[in-house]
């Protein structure tokens, strides 16, 4: 089906193929990067994640749930519950210590870090060390007096704490939304540029596609079937079939194959003249009176004229005698070395041979005059 098509709609269809292809890739990169990118789909999953585990549980670095175990540890009367409370302020301590080493090796802004790393550290560790060395005591004590007098001494500090969690907060929000601004716009370039490659890429590959597809149309000089049926009919002997060409076309195939027919025709016209010409030539020789014989360069008899087949005819049981072999159907092809008892000497002599030599030969009492002329061709080459 696809050779039925011309090399034109050919290229068409590649060209066609390319731009599907390159916008089906398009599309699915935008989607992709409309998916993934700030505020996108993907991105409020994750902080929507982030936002329910930090509205679940207390974080580890803002000492609420600490303050409020030591409310609770405050107001309790039972001992198992009270040793609870203590444990679960231990891990709560230990966690606190934990976030804090973890977020000091962070690379964070100087809003955020002053209010998160000092700040609230330095009232969370009055805390920790006011409940540790005071309020802890005194209610394993059952001092409630000094009790209570520390606790406000720790409400102070986690106020105080608190105060730094919230300017915390605030720069981290103020953060977090010039991140996010940032992103867009880097996403947005991002997607520019994409589309300017992507744009770009497919003005390239067509035009590359056209320059190439006007490239081999104009080194074909036409559509490839008929350049194809062209060939077809020189191939078959048909050399007077007219080529059409395009103006100033002299180099395409279709030009060349012109070319090619118009001096086969000229060859075979030619040949054809020479041809005719070797047949008067051996018409004429075939019917002289005198006898004729032409051997290759290689001593082969190639020709002998009716005169002299008539003559050897004639004498052939003579000649037998001393050439017992000499048949004279049997000479085309035959080597005029057979008929010489030291064909070297003969070789020699003709091989040296630059004209006519002429020499008496006899045979059972048969005397031959022979006559030999070398053959040469146009380029002065011995031939025959």
């Known amino acids: 089906m696809v050779n039925l098509l011309s090399l034109k709609s050919r290229f068409i269809i590649i060209v066609v193929t390319l731009m599907v292809g390159f916008t089906v890739f398009g599309a699915k990169t935008y989607l992709a990067m409309k998916e993934l990118s700030v505020r996108g789909p993907v991105y409020q999953q994750i902080i929507q ?38 444990k679960r302020f231990e891990v709560l301590r230990t966690d606190y210590k934990s976030r804090h080493e973890y977020w000091l090796s962070q690379n964070l802004d100087a809003a955020i870090a002053k209010p998160f790393l000092t700040d609230s550290y330095l009232s969370a ?9 005071i309020f802890i005591p005194s209610i394993k004590a059952g001092d409630s007096e000094s009790a209570e007098a520390s606790l406000q001494r720790i409400r102070d500090a986690y106020y105080q704490h608190r105060k730094s969690i919230d300017e915390t907060v605030t720069q981290a929000s103020l953060r977090t939304q010039r991140d996010e601004q940032q992103a867009a716009q880097e996403i947005e370039s991002v997607n520019l540029q994409l589309a300017g490659v992507f744009g770009g890429s497919l003005i390239v590959a067509v035009l590359l596609t056209w320059l190439v597809a006007r490239s081999v149309l ?53 040949e054809a ?44 049981k003579s000649l037998q005698l001393m050439l017992p072999n000499f048949k004279v159907d ?13 064909p070297g000497h003969q070789r020699r002599l003709l091989g040296n041979l630059d004209k006519t030599y002429k020499t008496l030969i006899e ?18 080459q011995r031939i025959g």
């Not at 009367?77 to 203590?86: I, Y």
């Not at 078959?236 to 195939?253: A, F, M, R, V």
């Not at 045979?363 to 002065?380: A, G, K, M, Q, S």
């Open 218 to 270: 104009r080194q074909m000089g036409g559509e490839l079937s008929y350049a194809v049926a062209i060939a077809g009919k020189i191939a078959g002997g048909h050399l007077n079939s007219e080529i059409e060409l395009k103006p100033k076309d002299t180099s395409s195939l279709l030009s060349s194959m012109k070319t090619m027919q118009f001096q086969l025709r000229e060859q075979i016209d030619k």
């Open 273 to 316: 003249r020479e041809k005719a010409g070797f047949a008067r030539v051996k018409m004429a020789l075939d019917n002289v009176t005198t006898n004729v014989m032409i051997a290759d360069d290689k001593y082969n008899i190639v020709y002998i004229n009716h005169a002299l087949l008539e003559m050897l005819r004639g004498c052939e």
């Open 363 to 380: 045979i059972c009492n048969l005397h031959f005059t022979l006559i030999v002329n070398p053959v040469y061709n146009e380029n002065h």
């Open 49 to 86: 994640g982030k936002d329910l585990v930090a509205d679940i549980l207390p974080p580890p670095e803002y000492i609420i749930e600490a303050y409020l175990v030591l409310l609770e540890l405050s107001r309790s009367g039972d001992a198992t519950e009270s040793e609870a409370l203590l």
């Open 330 to 342: 049997n000479l085309i092809g035959a080597n005029i070395d057979e008929f010489h008892k030291v």
């Open 125 to 133: 560790q009055d805390f920790f060390r006011e409940a540790e060395a």
